[in-house]
């Protein structure tokens, strides 16, 4: 038997798609790591500050927004202060865009309850000028107004006024946060990467280096049943799942056909 390929195709765009669209609500079990990052913001009291680094490239950002959403969602439901920037230049804009959506959501004001920094160069400098003095590193914020005016930024001096740091990363910037801000600093990091780097940080979890770790879209997932609100996080891992189902149903079919077809040419020839 021969499946024509574009059926395969069809097949394959349906099972992605329709998750998308329609909500499935998969099963999913929250891991012990990802619900560390939701007790550590969790356990913060109101107006405490909460400084989220977007470390990420354009690339990374269907697995990023899903998990920046979520952390963003709680730490504003939670009324707390956020402070952000970007670390790689791709993620500015995104990181830009990212806080504002989720800040108009739960009726945020700029200024006062969060603020967007911009990007920094030279990493390493930048993230041990944080423990210093803020101003030096970041005068200005993203909008181009000082941050000595902001009246959220005026009253921060260094990390010892920011209760937590989370890096969301696709690569090994967490790594400089551990090196600089944790270990130098002793400044409390959680961090949210792409699936693909989740294993390159559970020994920093094991040490107590970071507080916890959210991991790819299934971590997104997870953090979404969390905070009790679904978002893409769900719908993707739903779509990523059934898209597999489809390919072993696939795999599973061409080989059934392929051994049936062979017994019935040994019969023929017998």
Not at 88 to 98: N, R, S, V
Not at 251 to 262: D, E, H, K, T
Request: charged share 25%; proline share 4%; glycine share 8%.
């Amino acid at each position: 038997m021969r499946i024509d390929r574009r059926i395969i195709f069809v097949l394959i765009a349906f099972s992605v798609a329709i998750p998308l669209i329609f909500k499935i609500g998969l099963p999913n079990r929250v891991t012990k790591e990802v619900r560390m990052v939701y007790d550590a913001i969790d356990e913060l009291e109101r107006e405490e500050v909460v400084l989220v680094s977007f470390d990420h490239e354009a690339s990374s950002l269907p697995e990023i927004k899903p998990m920046a959403d979520a952390i963003l969602r709680h730490c504003f439901s939670k009324d707390l202060k956020v402070i952000s920037f970007a670390l790689l230049a791709e993620g500015t804009a995104i990181g830009d865009q990212i806080l504002r959506d989720i800040a108009a959501e739960y009726e945020k004001r700029y200024g006062e309850d969060y603020v967007y920094l911009g990007f920094r160069p030279q990493y390493t400098a930048a993230i041990l000028g944080l423990g210093e003095d803020l101003h030096r590193v970041f005068p200005e914020d993203y909008r181009g107004i000082s941050t000595s005016e902001l009246p959220l930024t005026k009253k921060i001096k260094n990390y010892n006024d920011i209760s937590l740091v989370i890096s969301i990363a696709d690569g090994d910037l967490p790594s400089y946060w551990i090196n600089y801000a944790e270990a130098r600093y002793h400044q409390r990091l959680a961090i949210a990467v792409t699936a693909v780097m989740a294993t390159t940080y559970y020994p920093y979890l094991s040490s107590g280096q970071i507080k916890g770790l959210v991991g790819g879209l299934k971590g997104a997932a997870e953090y979404e049943i969390l905070i009790g609100k679904p978002g893409m996080g769900g719908k993707g891992m739903d779509a990523q799942s059934i898209a597999h189902l489809v390919i072993l149903f696939l795999v599973a079919l061409g080989n059934v056909s392929y051994f049936l077809g062979r017994r019935n040419n040994s019969k023929g020839t017998g």
